[in-house]
């Protein structure tokens, strides 16, 4: 017996190796299942090589747009403070950017206040963050290699919290605009 010749769509179709299952969009949303196809299969998590990670973060650390892109920042406020709307907006975000880095200032050598219970409090914090609107949250392994120049040292505690908020696309092609901020 011989099998039947695929269809031309039967052919083009890719075999799917495993389905990866996230939250919703929003908080309380429906899981969404996304298959992956064994064609894009690899190992899970950003293959790395340490050598390569210690060299580029030795020659070539990281730091922060607000110093390296400090020209372009000036400029592109100079363009918001000629439109009142905008100047409105940036005078607040900086007005709620630099309470939360005094908060952080004086904050950030407080030892805790509460004893260690042994809880394992990832779900809580994971939870907490996709209620505050964050699409994404992650808990890592904190690695100093991706310090800013500028903020090298300032870190002390083992892990990171990593989030990630969703921006729709268009406006952000406008920038520097009302509609981008």
Same mark, same amino acid.
């Given at each position: 017996? !011989?099998?039947?010749?695929?269809?031309? #769509?039967?052919?083009?179709?890719?075999?799917?190796?495993?389905?990866?299952?996230r939250?919703?969009?929003?908080?309380? /949303?429906?899981?969404?299942?996304?298959?992956?196809?064994?064609?894009?299969?690899?190992?899970p998590?950003i293959?790395t090589?340490? =050598?390569?990670? /210690?060299?580029?973060? =030795?020659?070539?650390?990281?730091?922060?747009m607000?110093?390296?892109e *400090?020209?372009? *920042? &000036?400029w592109?406020?100079t363009?918001? %403070?000629?439109?009142?709307?905008?100047r409105?907006?940036?005078?607040?975000?900086? +007005?709620?950017? $630099?309470?939360?880095?005094?908060?952080? =200032?004086?904050t950030? @050598?407080m /030892?805790?206040?509460? @004893?260690?219970?042994? @809880? &394992?409090?990832?779900?809580?914090?994971? &939870?907490?963050?996709?209620q505050?609107? !964050?699409?994404?949250?992650?808990?890592?392994?904190? &690695?100093? *290699?991706? %310090?800013? +120049?500028?903020? *090298?040292g300032?870190?002390?505690?083992?892990?990171?919290?990593c989030?990630? !908020? @969703?921006?729709d696309?268009?406006?952000?092609?406008?920038?520097? $605009?009302? /509609?981008? #901020?």
């Amino acid at each position: 017996l !011989y099998a039947a010749k695929p269809t031309s #769509e039967e052919a083009n179709m890719l075999t799917i190796g495993h389905q990866v299952v996230r939250p919703g969009r929003h908080w309380g /949303d429906s899981e969404v299942t996304i298959p992956v196809p064994e064609e894009l299969e690899t190992v899970p998590g950003i293959p790395t090589t340490g =050598r390569e990670v /210690d060299w580029y973060a =030795r020659e070539y650390p990281l730091e922060t747009m607000n110093i390296t892109e *400090r020209a372009s *920042r &000036d400029w592109s406020n100079t363009l918001r %403070d000629l439109h009142a709307e905008m100047r409105e907006i940036r005078k607040e975000h900086d +007005k709620l950017n $630099s309470n939360l880095i005094m908060a952080a =200032r004086a904050t950030a @050598e407080m /030892d805790p206040t509460a @004893e260690p219970t042994g @809880e &394992d409090i990832s779900q809580l914090v994971k &939870d907490k963050a996709r209620q505050l609107g !964050y699409l994404e949250v992650g808990i890592t392994a904190y &690695d100093p *290699r991706y %310090d800013y +120049k500028s903020k *090298r040292g300032f870190t002390v505690l083992p892990h990171a919290i990593c989030l990630c !908020y @969703e921006q729709d696309f268009e406006p952000t092609q406008t920038i520097p $605009s009302v /509609d981008a #901020e």
